[in-house]
């Protein structure tokens, strides 16, 4: 036996050397740089796709007024842009810099299960194919929304049953991606990194991935009880057979609320990997932020009706809630301070990446006032459903969670390709991002308290002057953004070689920066030793 | 770093594999069944048999992609970081099948607490029964105000359900014998009570079938008797769906055993399904508890 296992061994170390020739290597990947960088272009295009829609519904909120679309699709394109937006750009860019980074930083050769690696990711190309090929389907694409409430979502056309089976294929996807970085942190860590000497990437990744495992699944159920509903005659969610549509609303946000913390604790690992770098200081309160990642995840799984407090609870139940949304308040403050110790009395320098972490710091914070705002019940009556939600939640997503993918990408993509970036054009970019952004979303905190409600195509005159100046944000931002995709290919194709370190004049920390820039194809093919 | 020059003996190295055209086929064959589903779901003709080809490439896929980790398991290439790999996958695995089944009782749960008394005029809401103006009585089981699906009677727990747990839990003890058979190495053990677990899964699954025939014969219980119908066919059917697996699964390992896979160190393949055996028994405890007797 061991004669066998030795020529085995010998074989597969002759040819586990460089990438496979042609379109070989990205099919049938199971290298997570490949794969990383697979999630990473995907989530762009679809970042595209999912803006061009946003760009549809400003310009239609242009005027008032009829101008551009029917209503029906206006509804298409909301409903849409959230599922793209959510599911196709912001988490696949996350799964991709795990795959890319978490590798790298625990010191292993590769993610645990690289086979179920690429599985993760090919589904998703099929799935985005099932929910874009919806809008070709007679009845078009879903119009309820991207939360799916029955009994609206029930009268979706041909559609129905394609979205349901994409949310599948993503939950599938999003799951073995889940499993596959716990169990690479949990088990592929060099020699000597003990789970307190973690990078706070990966400590915010270990966290996050718990919650895709225990949230995915009941998205799932939440889907089928609809599918059933529809075509197999259940009551799940329909009063007259003891059901109840509220019910569906309790399940889908037991699932949504750990969803957006999905979509922020990596963020919130980047920005405390990014800050430290440019400050020349080390992170201020490292278990400090540990912890504090652990309680947001914990108190994300008890604060899920905050989503629906004008949908009728009992009075306990809004207390309750309101209460636990106002706790995470704490956890959160505890980072922000973190964070602002981290740069005080550092010898701060502004390369793209920080601006970006920077900017974060403020603009995530303004969403996550707001959302304070939204957690007191009485004050919710009158905010909920008005663009006073639109304007807090995109602040936490653009500014918060896209921000921090663009910081990323200009942190690490000179490691990734072995090039320096257009370091002026990523400058403008983060200027224009920022100020566009902001024009974008600031106006719509004053549409939302002036009683402007969402998902519609048409509003009264007097909110006219505030929604002129987002879309014309609008639009600033999202042709901002095809610089960023020029300034990423451009440094893929070629650049000033960058060192090791990339940052020299800085203080990063972390063994991928004791790697060459690119990493060897196997990044550690033996483990080095964490002291 | 010194310590890259010291060479390593073949089996301290984390195996990863240069390339698989399983997860991109797999990925076909997902789509292509679901794909087929929404179209037999929308009437089109070529629904079912797009669905039949999507799962004839689901097969093929599993067939293969396991196939190809036997053969690397059997080659011992799989270190015990590997294993451990396995091992966490799984567990995790198990934890994602947890939640989408907690969905389910948290739909029965919500029913039975909050929507049916609701109904009911419970606390607050004694509008609600007046401007319906009907004699609902919210009690439990029901199948709503509407009395969808028309009059049916339960399963009683203590007749062929109470069976079906005596044979689940027997079935937990058997695999428990065939473990501690594997890591003693009495292979002859080992085949014996995996061949009984076996027995015991199919049977299971076999009066569960009959029992769904009972139910929608004599008792009127069907899919569409409510709340009470869906919530109890759903989870039951979920159940049912992951017993009949576990068995095929515990099929696919006894194949292997009679092939003499496996040493009493190296056997994740065994415990993995033995795990899945147990969680899929659990559940049913579960189910025998709040579905068919509270």
């Known amino acids: 036996m061991a004669h066998a296992h030795d020529a085995h061994a010998a074989h597969d170390h002759h040819d586990d050397h460089g990438p496979a020739k042609g379109i070989g290597r990205w099919l049938f990947a199971t290298n997570h740089k490949d794969i990383g960088t697979m999630y990473m272009l995907f989530s762009l295009l679809m970042f595209f796709i999912g803006g061009a829609m946003a760009m549809i519904i400003r310009a239609e909120l242009f005027k008032p007024g009829m101008q551009l679309v029917d209503p029906i699709f206006f509804n298409q394109m909301t409903t849409m842009h959230a599922l793209i937006m959510i599911f196709g750009a912001v988490m696949p860019a996350f799964v991709g810099l795990a795959n890319w980074m978490i590798p790298l930083q625990v010191g292993a050769p590769d993610m645990a299960l690289p086979r179920m690696n690429n599985f993760s990711f090919w589904i998703l190309p099929f799935a985005f194919t099932m929910l874009i090929g919806t809008l070709f389907v007679p009845g078009g694409a879903p119009a309820g929304g991207w939360t799916m409430y029955p009994p609206l979502s029930q009268q979706t056309g041909e559609a129905f049953p394609m979205l349901i089976f994409a949310v599948h294929l993503m939950g599938a996807s999003s799951i073995m991606g889940a499993i596959n970085v716990i169990v690479t942190i949990m088990n592929m860590r060099a020699p000597g990194m003990s789970l307190l000497k973690m990078p706070i990437f990966v400590w915010t990744w270990l966290i996050t991935a718990y919650l895709l495992i225990a949230v995915m699944p009941v998205l799932a159920g939440a889907v089928t009880m609809l599918l059933t509903d529809h075509y197999f005659g259940t009551t799940f969610f329909e009063a007259a057979g003891g059901g109840d549509p509220v019910m569906f609303q309790h399940i889908f946000w037991f699932f949504g609320h750990p969803e957006v913390y999905i979509m922020i604790l990596p963020a919130f690992g980047i920005i405390s990997e990014i800050i430290p770098t440019f400050s020349r200081k080390p992170l201020f309160g490292y278990d400090a932020m540990v912890y504090a990642t652990a309680s947001i995840a914990f108190l994300s799984f008890i604060v899920w009706a905050h989503h629906m407090f004008t949908v009728g609870m009992p009075l306990a139940g809004q207390m309750f809630f309101m209460l636990a949304t106002m706790l995470i308040a704490v956890p959160t403050g505890v980072k922000v301070f973190n964070w602002t110790a981290t740069m005080f009395k550092g010898s701060l320098s502004f390369e793209p990446p920080m601006l970006f972490a920077i900017s974060f710091l403020f603009l995530f914070t303004i969403g996550g006032f707001s959302g304070l705002m939204l957690a007191i019940v009485p004050a919710d009556f009158q905010y909920h459903d008005t663009y006073f939600v639109v304007a807090h939640f995109h602040y936490v997503l653009v500014p918060g969670a896209v921000f921090s993918l663009m910081a990323a990408a200009y942190y690490w993509l000179p490691k990734w390709t072995g090039h320096m970036y257009n370091m002026k054009l990523a400058k403008a970019h983060f200027w224009l991002s920022t100020i566009f952004v902001n024009v974008l979303f600031f106006p719509q905190h004053f549409l939302g308290l002036a009683g402007m409600p969402r998902r519609i195509p048409d509003y009264s005159t007097q909110f006219a002057d505030w929604n002129m100046i987002s879309s014309i944000g609008g639009f600033g931002f999202g042709l901002s953004q095809l610089l960023f995709a020029y300034i990423v290919f451009a440094c893929i194709r070629g650049g000033e070689k960058a060192t090791d370190k990339v940052w020299d004049s800085g203080r990063p920390q972390g063994l991928e920066w004791t790697l060459s820039s690119p990493p060897p194809y196997h990044s550690f093919e033996t483990a080095p030793e964490v002291k | ?294």
């Open chain 2, 1 to 294: 770093m010194a310590h890259a020059q010291t060479t390593h003996a073949p089996s301290d190295k984390y195996y990863v594999p240069h390339s698989s055209p399983w997860p991109l086929i797999g990925s076909i064959a997902l789509f292509t069944t679901v794909g087929g589903g929404a179209l037999w779901l929308n009437h089109a003709q070529a629904g079912p048999w797009v669905m039949t080809v999507g799962f004839g490439i689901l097969l093929f896929m599993f067939a293969g992609w396991f196939g190809a980790v036997i053969k690397e398991s059997e080659a011992r290439m799989y270190n015990d970081a590997v294993d451990r790999s396995f091992r966490m996958g799984m567990m995790w695995f198990i934890f994602s099948e947890v939640m989408f089944f907690a969905a389910f009782f948290g739909a029965l749960w919500y029913a039975r607490n909050f929507s049916v008394p609701w109904l009911g005029g419970e606390g607050t809401r004694a509008l609600t029964k007046i401007i319906r103006g009907d004699n609902y009585e919210a009690a439990w089981p029901t199948d709503g105000p509407g009395n969808v699906g028309g009059d049916f009677d339960v399963i009683p727990a203590f007749g062929l359900p109470a069976i079906n747990t005596a044979i689940l839990l027997t079935s937990g003890v058997t695999i428990t014998i065939a473990h501690h058979a594997i890591k003693a190495g009495n292979r002859a053990v080992l085949n014996i009570f995996l061949g009984l677990t076996i027995l015991l899964g199919f049977l299971f699954v076999y009066l569960q079938a009959h029992e769904y025939i009972e139910a929608y014969q004599h008792y009127n219980l069907k899919l569409t008797s409510g709340i009470y119908g869906s919530t109890f066919f759903m989870l039951t059917g979920f159940h049912g769906f992951h017993v009949t697996m576990g068995a095929i699964m515990l099929t696919v390992i006894w194949f292997r055993c009679l092939k003499g896979h496996f040493t009493p160190t190296h056997h994740f393949a065994f415990e993995g399904v033995a795990w899945y055996w147990h969680f899929v028994d659990v559940v049913w405890l579960g189910l025998f508890v709040f579905v068919y007797w509270l």
